[in-house]
């Protein structure tokens, strides 16, 4: 009977085919709306992670003030050295200090960070190496003229192809030799190059190019937490130490401010999620109007089919068939919209994933969602014209003209 059924649906739709075309249209532009909007959204909070995993894994940043242009007291060297002694579930701890210089390698000029750290900031910040080395604690007690380069500074100052290590960048009155090339990082979790810096032991950039050796100018402390260990009790330890030794009182705020890069991209994610789970709820309204769309045409269809229905009737059809028959096109007209959005949704995706960075993380649950959602929005609205055609009266529905 069901074979029956779906076999004069199509029929009936191979009949009205640029009919059957307009009626799907909202079906099809509601199923490929909500799967766009899904995957891509999908592949924005994937691309959020992996950013913001490129600052460094269980990472936190110790920054005075609590924004990030507020001004607070720096931090201290024997700040440093307190964290790592009484603070549990810590990895690794690194100083970090920053100035802006313009970078001279022969003719070319670049202005750009210039970072002062120690060799624990590598694996800190999850730093890989493509060329060379990095620095050690040695050449850090020496305040030794040495530096480590992203990409950027390689491509600009010396040119893609070729090999810096042992050649020399001037900053100013100084002169560092690159010891080491980082990996390609591409773009931070806020949009900045990971790979356009300099890094130099920091005894060398408090000496030499800032002139502040005093060990009070450390502009903040990146600290990588122990795997398996609560970022969340690290976060609490070091803000009631640092309290403490910046000597506030119950009343007053902090002005020191602890930076999770695992709590932020949870929050971020979440945050796209349910962007994408709005965008994805909007979509789906034209789902809505593509199911009164089926309904009316369903309707019309019956109005056409009175006497084909009254003769069915007559001549033994019960009326639950009937109901079957019209019930399986509305499903039948839905399902091929259904199918045609997915269609057209894959299609978008690969050209609009391209177009904003994202990567096509394609989902089978959400294709398998969306289309059977299309599938009861076909029972849904096809109801009621189905039952209309199933209680016509026989009699009434042959003398319809």
Same mark, same amino acid.
């Given at each position: 009977?069901?074979?029956?059924?779906?076999?004069?649906?199509?029929?009936?739709?191979?009949?009205?085919?640029?009919?059957?075309?307009?009626?799907?249209?909202?079906?099809?532009?509601?199923?490929?709306?909500?799967?766009?909007?899904?995957?891509?959204?999908?592949?924005?909070? *994937?691309?959020?992670?992996?950013?913001?995993?490129?600052?460094?894994?269980?990472?936190?940043?110790?920054?005075?003030?609590?924004?990030?242009?507020?001004?607070?007291?720096?931090?201290? #060297?024997?700040?440093?050295?307190?964290?790592?002694?009484?603070?549990?579930?810590?990895?690794?701890?690194?100083?970090?200090?920053?100035?802006?210089?313009?970078?001279?390698?022969?003719?070319?000029?670049?202005?750009?960070?210039?970072?002062?750290?120690?060799?624990?900031?590598?694996?800190?910040?999850?730093?890989?190496?493509?060329?060379?080395?990095?620095?050690?604690?040695?050449?850090?007690?020496?305040?030794?003229?040495?530096?480590?380069?992203?990409?950027?500074?390689?491509?600009?100052?010396?040119?893609?192809?070729?090999?810096?290590?042992?050649?020399?960048?001037?900053?100013?009155?100084?002169?560092?030799?690159?010891?080491?090339?980082?990996?390609?990082?591409?773009?931070?979790?806020?949009?900045?190059?990971?790979?356009?810096?300099?890094?130099?032991?920091?005894?060398?950039?408090?000496?030499?190019?800032?002139?502040?050796?005093?060990?009070?100018?450390?502009?903040?402390?990146?600290?990588?937490?122990?795997?398996?260990?609560?970022?969340?009790?690290?976060?609490?330890?070091?803000?009631?130490?640092?309290?403490?030794?910046?000597?506030? #009182?119950?009343?007053?705020?902090?002005?020191?401010?602890?930076?999770?890069?695992?709590?932020?991209? *949870?929050?971020?994610?979440?945050?796209?999620?349910?962007? #994408?789970?709005?965008?994805?709820?909007?979509?789906?309204?034209?789902?809505?109007?593509?199911?009164?769309?089926?309904?009316?045409?369903?309707?019309?269809?019956?109005?056409?089919?009175?006497?084909?229905?009254?003769?069915?009737?007559?001549?033994?059809?019960?009326?639950? *068939?009937?109901?079957?028959?019209?019930?399986?096109?509305?499903? #039948?007209?839905?399902?091929?919209?259904?199918?045609?959005?997915?269609?057209?949704?894959?299609?978008?995706?690969?050209?609009?994933?391209?177009?904003?960075?994202?990567?096509?993380?394609?989902?089978?649950?959400?294709?398998?969602?969306?289309?059977?959602?299309?599938?009861?929005?076909?029972?849904?609205?096809?109801?009621?014209?189905?039952?209309?055609?199933?209680?016509?009266?026989?009699?009434?529905?042959?003398?319809?003209?």
């Amino acid at each position: 009977m069901f074979l029956n059924a779906f076999i004069i649906a199509l029929r009936e739709i191979r009949r009205n085919l640029t009919r059957a075309f307009l009626t799907v249209v909202g079906i099809v532009i509601g199923v490929a709306a909500v799967v766009t909007m899904v995957t891509l959204g999908r592949g924005a909070t *994937e691309v959020v992670k992996a950013q913001i995993s490129n600052l460094g894994s269980n990472l936190l940043i110790l920054r005075p003030g609590l924004g990030w242009g507020q001004k607070a007291p720096l931090f201290t #060297t024997a700040d440093v050295k307190a964290i790592r002694d009484q603070v549990p579930g810590i990895q690794a701890i690194a100083p970090f200090a920053n100035a802006n210089a313009p970078a001279v390698s022969l003719e070319n000029v670049r202005n750009t960070d210039i970072q002062g750290t120690t060799p624990e900031y590598f694996p800190v910040a999850n730093w890989k190496l493509s060329l060379g080395r990095f620095f050690n604690d040695a050449e850090v007690r020496e305040g030794a003229s040495v530096c480590v380069i992203g990409e950027t500074i390689r491509k600009e100052l010396f040119g893609a192809e070729v090999d810096p290590i042992g050649m020399k960048i001037r900053l100013k009155s100084m002169s560092l030799e690159v010891v080491g090339v980082t990996a390609v990082k591409g773009q931070g979790g806020f949009g900045d190059d990971l790979d356009d810096n300099i890094i130099t032991p920091i005894t060398t950039l408090q000496r030499r190019l800032t002139g502040r050796a005093s060990k009070e100018n450390i502009n903040q402390i990146m600290i990588s937490g122990q795997d398996g260990y609560p970022t969340v009790n690290i976060v609490a330890d070091v803000s009631s130490l640092m309290r403490e030794r910046r000597s506030l #009182t119950k009343n007053e705020e902090n002005n020191f401010s602890v930076f999770d890069s695992l709590q932020l991209a *949870e929050t971020i994610s979440s945050s796209t999620r349910v962007m #994408t789970s709005l965008l994805g709820a909007v979509a789906g309204v034209s789902l809505l109007v593509g199911g009164i769309g089926i309904m009316n045409i369903m309707l019309v269809s019956v109005t056409e089919r009175t006497r084909e229905i009254g003769i069915r009737l007559a001549i033994g059809a019960r009326a639950r *068939e009937v109901l079957l028959q019209f019930l399986v096109e509305a499903v #039948t007209l839905s399902c091929v919209g259904g199918v045609a959005g997915i269609g057209v949704a894959y299609g978008l995706c690969t050209s609009l994933a391209k177009v904003v960075g994202a990567p096509f993380l394609f989902d089978p649950k959400i294709n398998l969602i969306a289309f059977a959602f299309s599938a009861a929005i076909g029972i849904l609205f096809g109801f009621m014209p189905a039952r209309r055609a199933a209680s016509l009266d026989p009699i009434d529905a042959l003398r319809h003209e």
